[in-house]
């Protein structure tokens, strides 16, 4: 188990609004904001309220918060209206998964047609 509070977490001063953000959802244990630089019409980070740097860190003990990070991630998409066109719900874990931020994330993006695979093929 983390600590429950980062003080160097930028997502833990978001969660806790000590920033503000663009708040979508919170509740007990999940925090939702619009990104701040969005790569399609809808793009919101889903994250749970307790500082977790990364995927790799998550245990089974954490199954409920991750299953509830994704059912909140869908609901908002169709508070949104995204869920009949579709989405993607992306997670990115460390250098190679593109992880910018250390305070797991869910990525919520829709509203455009999206290709896969996400990298270059060339
Ligand atoms: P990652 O690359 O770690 O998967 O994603 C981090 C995301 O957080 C990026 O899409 C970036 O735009 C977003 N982000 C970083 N700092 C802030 C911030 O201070 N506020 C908001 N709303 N989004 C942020
Ligand atoms: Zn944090």
């Known amino acids: 188990m983390t600590d429950s ?5 930028i997502f833990c ?5 000590k920033i503000p953000s663009k708040k979508v959802y919170s509740d007990e244990q999940i925090f939702a904001f619009h990104d701040i630089a969005p790569v399609a019409p809808v793009h919101i980070l889903i994250i749970p309220k ?3 740097e990364t995927l790799d860190d998550l245990t089974s003990d954490d199954a409920l918060l991750v299953g509830k990070l994704i059912i909140v991630a869908k609901d908002i998409a169709r508070t949104l209206g995204i869920a009949e066109s579709g989405y993607r719900i992306n997670l990115n874990c460390k250098r190679d998964g593109g ?3 250390f305070h797991i994330h869910a990525h919520l993006i829709g ?6 695979p996400p990298f270059p093929t060339t």
Do not use: P
């Open 111 to 116: 509203g455009k047609s999206m290709g896969w």
């Open 50 to 52: 307790r500082h977790i």
């Open 99 to 101: 992880q910018t931020v």
């Open 5 to 9: 509070y980062n003080e160097n977490c």
């Open 13 to 17: 001063k978001i969660a806790s609004e």
